[in-house]
């Protein structure tokens, strides 16, 4: 009778290849390093994956799952065909990309509360980024290893956030609503830069500093809106809130 093969170990070697990613990058990382992280033979992966194309599959296709990771029905997971990994991560950035307040602000040409209108906005990307924080960091990490991965990250993931929250900032900076800058998309990617630095990369910064979650948002959130607001906007959200 085959032995059986825990299923505790197949979330074991996602972690273990997707901690190995985040430091060596795709180029430089080889089974044996996560087989040396997991504390097994080399053989002993590829009981799981095929070869380093089917775990880097693996690993982009579980990223932010919540734990466990059941088991493949099909032992080891074969190697993808040519692109079909790019298409996974073309289908979970368009299923896990929606900005629905952002998208509504696009459209909308009456705001009645402009303060909520931003803060609202601005929240909904830092949750939208911290909820899929290990598979950007993942991304950001093998995209230079990566052409055809950086170019699908780039114009479906990042670039597309970036585009429509340029388009927004600008709309209402033209309306006199938002705060004039010399070039809004730099203004937008500054926007997006901080609240990906606090929602993503903080959690693997070399020296950490503690900060409570919840704080850190709000915080960041209210920074970025008392930055984007024009005086006049202030003024009328604070009569309001009196």
């Keep these: 009778m085959p032995r059986a093969i825990p299923e505790s170990r ?6 273990a290849a997707t901690a190995v990613l985040l430091e060596q990058g795709y180029r430089r990382t080889q089974i044996a390093d996560v087989a040396e992280r ?3 033979s080399k053989g002993s992966i590829y009981t799981y994956v095929e070869s380093k194309e089917a775990l880097l599959d693996c690993v982009l296709r579980f990223a932010d799952r919540p734990a466990p990771i059941a088991l493949p029905e099909a032992l080891p997971v074969p190697t993808p065909q040519a692109g079909a990994t790019l298409q996974m991560v073309r289908r979970k950035l368009a299923a896990e990309n929606s900005l629905p307040s952002l998208d509504a602000a696009l459209l909308r040409r009456r705001v009645v509360n402009l303060h909520a209108e931003v803060t609202e906005i601005l929240a909904e990307l830092y949750d939208l980024l911290s909820r899929n924080r290990t598979g950007i960091k993942l991304l950001d990490r093998c995209a230079p290893d990566y052409p055809e991965l950086a170019r699908v990250w780039n114009r479906a993931g990042r670039g597309g956030a970036l585009a429509r929250l340029s388009r927004y900032l600008d709309e209402r900076a033209r309306r006199g609503r938002l705060r004039r800058f010399s070039d809004e998309p730099v203004a937008a990617r500054l926007v997006l830069e901080t ?5 993503v990369h903080r959690h693997w910064d070399p020296a950490p500093q503690a900060f409570d979650e919840a704080s850190a948002r709000r915080t960041v959130v209210e920074f970025l809106a008392s930055a984007l607001l024009s005086s006049g906007s202030r003024a009328s959200s604070a009569r309001r809130g009196r």
């Design 10 to 15: 197949f979330q074991d070697l996602i972690e």
């Design 38 to 40: 997991m504390g097994v």
């Design 195 to 199: 609240l990906v630095f606090w929602a």
